[in-house]
């Protein structure tokens, strides 16, 4: 049997549909400019998982790919970013502070649910002074609205390359 009968034929990748760049470019340079003021001050890895598990929820699948593997460059170790969609299962893979902001990210991201519960932002700010705190949440809206972009526009995943878009 040859290399070419053991071929796997993937589906194919989906077009984009629009280039958010190129046609409002003012907006995504806003974009760019609120992401990088939203970082400032947090810790790289922490801000990645944050920004995987927002995506995780929001099937953004470009934002997976870049997040994940600029995850990957910044040092987070692959285990810890898969447990990361069953963080609540695999608590033990990640520090109280962590899970304080993963637990956040869940309640802005999922607002369908009414709210953000005082229980989970009184955890986190347990764990991040206000400053800390006003940026991570920062972190977690911007996400989201790269996540709409993403998933609307249908940016392919695949293509990142870490560090591409810092």
């Given amino acids: 049997m040859s290399n070419t009968d053991d071929a796997v034929a993937y589906a194919a990748e989906q077009p984009q549909r629009l280039d958010m760049a190129a046609l409002a470019p003012d907006v995504y340079k806003a974009m760019v400019r609120l992401d990088t ?47 990361l969609s069953a963080w609540e299962e695999s608590r033990h893979f990640y520090t109280e502070k962590e899970l304080a902001a993963i637990e956040l990210t869940e309640a802005v991201t999922v607002l369908t649910d009414g709210f953000v519960p005082d229980e989970v932002y009184d955890k986190a700010a347990e764990h991040f002074e206000e400053k800390k705190l006003a940026q991570l949440i920062a972190a977690i809206t911007v996400i989201n609205a790269w996540n709409r972009f993403g998933v609307t526009c249908r940016l392919p995943p695949g293509h990142y390359q870490p560090g591409q878009h810092a």
């Avoid at 990645?48 to 170790?77: P, W, Y």
């Fill in 37 to 83: 003021a939203a970082r400032q001050g947090l810790d790289p890895k922490l801000y990645e998982l944050v920004k995987i598990r927002a995506s995780q929820i929001n099937h953004c699948a470009f934002c997976l790919d870049m997040h994940t593997k600029d995850a990957l460059a910044a040092g987070e170790s692959v285990e810890r970013i898969v447990q």
